[in-house]
């Protein structure tokens, strides 16, 4: 059930208390909270088990360690449930560049890196049919050495979605960059299964992460469909 705040909620996001903040179409209300179901796919396990670690690592590090993480996470901004910027701590910081990190076969850092930023990718051309999930990139970056690209495609949608974006769970591992072409039919079909013509859209959402920072660039989002 929804309940529209009074002004004296104009600015309230996240969670509490069994409610959650949200906005649609401009229009900010109150829902009751949702937990989600106790069912995880092995990829959610598999992001579970290294936040899990990264929050056990977190603890073990050197009061020095966690003021450098909190002076780093000074300079930087997360976004609310709402999308409006806010600040975000220095667990925070550590636990998110480290997850790509860790994620693309590093380790984790105790002190924090000297962050360079990552551009986004360039549009990607896409094409998908019964024997073959093409994606090439039609522009490379200057440097790619320390460059992975991640992935992450919807289950098929039916021609009546139009966004399912949110949707997009990451198929395959990190990816080094390549200007060839690279066919995501296996590694999209471990996770989906097959497209086939009563849902034959998937939405796509892909990135760089550092592997030796941890920073994520701007996603590139597109749309492709069966033949």
């Known amino acids: 059930m929804k309940y529209v705040p009074s002004i004296a909620f104009d600015e309230m996001s996240g969670s509490a208390k069994g409610v959650t903040a949200a906005k649609s179409r401009g229009r900010k209300y109150i829902r009751n909270r949702g937990y989600g179901g106790g069912v995880r796919t092995s990829a959610q396990a598999a992001v579970k088990s290294v936040f899990k670690q990264l929050t056990q690592s977190w603890k ?6 966690i003021l450098a993480w909190n002076a780093l996470a000074q300079t930087q901004a997360g976004k609310s449930v709402l999308g409006t910027a806010s600040k975000i701590t220095g667990a925070n910081l550590y636990t998110r ?16 890196p000297t962050l360079v930023g990552v551009d986004a990718p360039a549009e990607a051309d896409l094409d998908l049919s019964a024997d073959a999930f093409n994606f090439q990139l039609t522009d490379m970056p200057e440097n790619v050495a320390d460059l992975r690209l991640i992935i992450q495609a919807s289950a098929p949608q039916s021609n009546g ?3 399912a974006y949110s949707k997009a ?8 960059v ?6 995501l039919k296996d590694d999209y079909e471990a996770v989906h299964g097959a497209v086939t013509e009563a849902a034959p859209k998937v939405f796509l959402k892909y990135f760089y992460v550092n592997t030796k920072t941890g920073e994520k660039s701007g996603e590139m989002l ?5 033949g």
Do not use: F, H
Not at 60 to 65: D, E, F, K, R
Not at 222 to 226: H, S, Y
């Open 169 to 176: 769970v990451q198929i395959g591992a990190a990816r080094e």
């Open 222 to 226: 597109a749309t492709v469909k069966l």
């Open 161 to 163: 979605i139009s966004r």
């Open 97 to 112: 560049l480290n997850y790509w990190i860790v994620q693309t076969g590093g380790a984790a850092l105790a002190t924090p």
């Open 178 to 183: 390549v200007d060839a072409m690279i066919n």
């Open 60 to 65: 073990n590090l050197t009061n020095a360690q």
